[in-house]
């Protein structure tokens, strides 16, 4: 995730011409600004470039999940189906927007299995929210089926595929709603940012609003504008933006890069009889940001990690025993501790995680090691660490 790798001039310049005006806020202030007008701008291009109508920007990652959630009309009660397999943003911003996770098991693509969604639907299920994780994709579309079938809304999570596509389409433009992440270790980055993309609507204007305090931005005086409903602060400041805009002119370059430097190490883990790779469903194409894979045997998947590990290579992930990313690990959403007390369509309606059966999801995520793919790295250095993993895992087999 390496945006941060090519910070320069170019950047630099663009965060000038924000300081130079001293407008850090994205809205008003028309006439000292010089006509810099950082997260517009972004917009626009972010918006071109997915092939999208409607682009909001926002304060993270996880913020434009919660942004999207609230924009489709999401809220107390409803339920959203989500994957074992993610980042913790996933269940923060469906329970910050009073819906209720429910978990499902994921299968060999790393993210949502179409059957355990299809299981978990209730009356009660709103929106379907696959997590692309790792640089590729779920099943778009099998899960885009169930969404038509039972009328429930897509919510593509793209913050770890910026640049992945599916059916020629890029990755938070097949569904309903897509999100990205612009924190500090994405793809490419604003420090902090994120972004909702849409093609309808009406969730976009809901989107703008919300994002901003329910502000209708009607006009150019902040102070007189209506608040059609109650929204809240999840605005990007314009150095952020500024940041952003900059790298977003990177993007092309970064992602022929990490596909020339995953096709280096995937050649090299090839040659082990043992060794597998994630699924990708057909039609999908990864944003190469990680080289994923599989051992045979959980045994096997925590021997090769400790040996890569052992042999100097750094950036490699066993996420099964991981406290951020799979459920194995989040104990305070098992045991639902929060500092406050929690809604009672949560407490009622949330599965007993602590009791519920994930053993489809453990016998995937037990047998996956992840490679993080960098862009600073020479050929050379590539093929140092392609020789040392394929060597580490090997020792173990
Ligand atoms: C899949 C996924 N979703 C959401 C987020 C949240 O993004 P942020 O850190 O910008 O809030 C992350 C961040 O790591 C992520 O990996």
Same mark, same amino acid.
């Not at 074992?84 to 913790?88: K, N, W």
């Given at each position: 995730m390496p945006g941060f790798e090519i910070f320069g001039a170019e950047e630099r310049k663009q965060v000038n011409e924000v300081l130079e005006t001293?407008?850090?806020?994205?809205?008003?202030?028309d006439g000292m600004r010089?006509?810099?007008?950082k997260a517009k701008q972004f917009e626009a291009e972010f918006a071109k470039k997915m092939g999208t109508e409607y682009c909001q920007m926002v304060s993270s990652g996880t913020a434009a999940l919660t942004v999207a959630l609230a924009a489709a009309g999401i809220g107390a009660g409803d339920e959203v189906i989500m994957p074992?397999?993610?980042?913790?943003a996933t269940f923060e911003s469906i329970m910050a927007s009073g819906a209720v996770p429910i978990l499902v098991d994921i299968d060999e693509t790393l993210t949502l299995d179409p059957e355990a969604v299809e299981a978990a639907i209730t009356p009660k299920t709103k929106c379907i929210m696959p997590v692309h994780m790792c640089g590729s994709m779920a099943d778009l579309d099998a899960l885009k089926t169930i969404c038509d079938k039972h009328n429930l809304i897509l919510l593509e999570d793209a913050c770890q595929a910026l640049g992945g596509s599916y059916k020629r389409k890029f990755l938070g433009?097949?569904?309903?709603l897509g999100c990205f992440s612009f924190d500090y270790?994405?793809?490419?980055?604003?420090g902090e940012g994120g972004a909702v993309i849409t093609n309808n609507k009406e969730f976009a204007q809901n989107a703008d609003r919300y994002q901003d305090?329910?502000?209708? &931005?009607?006009? /150019?005086d902040r102070g007189a504008e209506n608040h059609p409903f109650m929204g809240y602060n999840f605005r990007i400041s314009e150095l952020n933006a500024a940041v952003g805009f900059a790298q977003l002119e990177k993007l092309d370059n970064i992602l022929k890069i990490q596909e020339k430097n995953y096709t280096i190490l995937r050649d090299a883990l090839e040659t082990l009889e043992f060794v597998t790779f994630r699924r990708v469903p057909e039609g999908g194409v990864e944003n190469y940001s990680f080289l994923n894979f599989f051992l045979p045997t959980t045994e096997l998947a925590r021997k090769a990690h400790e040996a890569i590990s052992k042999s100097g290579?750094?950036?490699?992930?066993?996420?099964?025993?991981?406290?951020? &990313?799979?459920? /194995?690990?989040?104990h305070h959403l098992k045991d639902m501790k929060s500092l406050g007390r929690l809604s009672s369509e949560i407490k009622n309606q949330i599965q007993d995680l602590n009791n519920t059966d994930f053993s489809k999801s453990d016998a995937v995520m037990g047998r996956t090691v992840s490679s993080l793919i960098k862009i600073g790295w020479t050929d050379d250095q590539v093929r140092e660490r392609a020789g040392k993993m394929r060597d580490a895992i090997a020792s173990v087999l």
């Open positions: 001293g407008v850090l806020m994205r809205y008003g202030f010089n006509n810099h007008w074992t397999f993610t980042f913790v433009t097949y569904g309903d270790v994405k793809t490419i980055t604003c305090h329910g502000h209708d &931005h009607i006009g /150019n290579i750094d950036a490699c992930f066993y996420w099964y025993t991981n406290n951020w &990313h799979y459920i /194995n690990g989040w």
